[in-house]
């Protein structure tokens, strides 16, 4: 499957970018609490291509800034995980160029985005959106548990 954009009415979900135009490895850094490296674009575009994981940055509507990472991992036949990793404080106001526009938080931003993403779960995935397992494997590995 290629990626897609997904509209969270106020937010919007967009492919991963590091390019000339767009970088979100600074934000992907604050999110994990570490360094990205450039690498990491490549893994989310296989992932997205063997339907391992698929993972959005979260921008509000009149920006391209990530505020967000989210992901969709699919477990077993008739679920999937869906994770939100802010990036930074999710109290933090996003600042806008229009005053009009209501405040809103990274915090409204990340539950937008997983009202988005459990829609699309459901719909275009056909599965059950349940929590994310609690064990730090890389997205979609097996945990020790579910191993035969």
Known sequence: MEPIELNAGR??????????RVDDIPALSRAYGRGVYPEYFADAAADWA??????????????????AELTVTPVGEDHAEITVRAAGDPARVIEV?????????????CAAAKEAA?????????RAAV??????????????????
Do not use: I, N, Q, S
């Open 131 to 148: 929590a994310p397992r609690p064990y730090p494997a890389h997205p979609g590995d097996p945990r020790p548990v579910d191993r035969g």
């Open 118 to 126: 459990t829609g699309w779960v459901e719909g275009a995935l056909g």
């Open 11 to 20: 937010f919007h979900l967009r492919p991963l970018r590091h390019d000339d």
């Open 50 to 67: 063997a339907d391992r994981a698929y993972r959005w940055a979260v921008a509000e509507g009149t920006r391209v800034e990530l505020l």
């Open 97 to 109: 160029d229009d005053p009009a526009l209501p405040e809103v938080t990274v915090a409204d931003a």
